[in-house]
């Protein structure tokens, strides 16, 4: 009876400990639950249309999107044609080097300006400095492109402008291919450095300052410090950020590309990528299952380059990866 009675009791108090966690968790996942159902509704819900890729999309009475996407014919691979294009080589040729090139640039110019900025002294220069850096990420490439015109327009440019002042002949930029590349990087850099700047000067602000007086008690001076104090405790966030941007590097800004050189068709053959040519096609043939077999084949690469890396780093330094 006693054993029972026990039973019961150790029943009740397991019970009563499960409805306690519940309640204290409660409040965290009702938290959670708006970020889960953004990335259910955004991320995963959508995944179902990749089956456009595979299907020549038409609409069918009655015209809603699930009815069209069911009556569409398989096509099989032929939306995967447009890699048969002559453009093929071109787009791929310049989002891989693009990419490839701002990639290693970001990483080296992100990571000294973050350590440039925790050895300033003055706390307000270095905020500064740091919002100056970071509003350039939230300006749309639209406005971007802007700003460049201000600079490059033949008319009203402030480069035309300072080439006649000095009698040289002017340059107009968005019919000369030669500075494009530069004019890209540039764009990009200014761009895009704040955010990573943001990160790494957040990984730098959470080292032990003692890792640092230690050293320079051992004579170490300031490079010695960054070199063997700094870059070792951020360097898991280094190749986090590069995992995740070597798996982007099938993606191209599609902002950037097309509207930093102004759609301008001569130059194509410098700033032609993947993106800007699927929506040229697009806009042309309105082919939705071309533009949905360029996402799918952008997705498959750049899960395949993650997974790569990941592995590379894992046998290198297993502690830094990111799975």
């Given at each position: 009876m006693r054993a029972v009675t026990g039973t019961q009791t150790s029943q009740s108090r397991k019970t009563a400990m499960a409805g306690a966690r519940f309640q204290k968790n409660f409040w965290l996942l009702t938290m959670v639950l708006p970020g889960a159902i953004w990335l259910l509704l955004l991320r995963?819900?959508?995944m179902f249309g990749v089956v456009l890729a595979f299907k020549n999309y038409r609409a069918h009475k009655p015209n809603t999107f699930w009815n069209n996407i069911v009556k569409s014919d398989w096509v099989g691979l032929e939306n995967f044609k447009f890699l048969n294009s002559p453009d093929t080589t071109i787009m791929i040729r310049n989002t891989l080097a693009y990419n490839a090139l701002w990639i290693v640039l970001g990483l080296v110019i992100a990571v000294s300006f973050a350590v440039m900025l925790s050895e300033l002294r003055s706390r307000f220069t270095a905020k500064v400095y740091q919002t100056m850096m970071f509003f350039p990420y939230f300006l749309s490439w639209v406005v971007a492109s802007y700003f460049v015109l201000a600079f490059l327009d033949p008319?009203?440019?402030m480069i035309p402008a300072?080439?006649?002042s000095m009698g040289a002949k002017v340059t107009n930029f968005?019919?000369?291919?030669?500075?494009?590349p530069l004019i890209l990087t540039l764009s990009n850099l200014w761009k895009n450095v704040g955010y990573s700047t943001v990160l790494y000067l957040a990984a730098i602000t959470g080292i032990d300052r003692t890792q640092y007086e230690a050293a320079a008690v051992d004579g170490a001076t300031k490079w010695q410090q960054i070199w063997h104090v700094t870059l070792p405790n951020i360097r898991t966030m280094i190749i986090i950020l590069l995992i995740m941007n070597v798996g982007k590097i099938f993606n191209a800004d599609?902002?950037?590309f097309y509207n930093v050189p102004q759609n301008?068709?001569?130059?194509?053959?410098?700033t032609q990528v993947i993106d800007t040519y699927v929506y040229r096609a697009y806009a042309n043939t309105r082919n939705i299952g071309m533009s949905s077999a360029a996402g799918l084949l952008q997705?498959?690469?750049g899960c395949i380059c993650i997974l790569a890396t990941n592995a590379i780093v894992?046998?290198?330094?297993?502690e830094s990866t990111l799975f």
């Open positions: 995963y819900l959508p008319t009203s440019g300072i080439q006649k968005y019919h000369d291919k030669t500075w494009w599609f902002g950037l301008s068709g001569t130059l194509y053959p410098v997705s498959v690469v894992k046998k290198i330094d297993p």
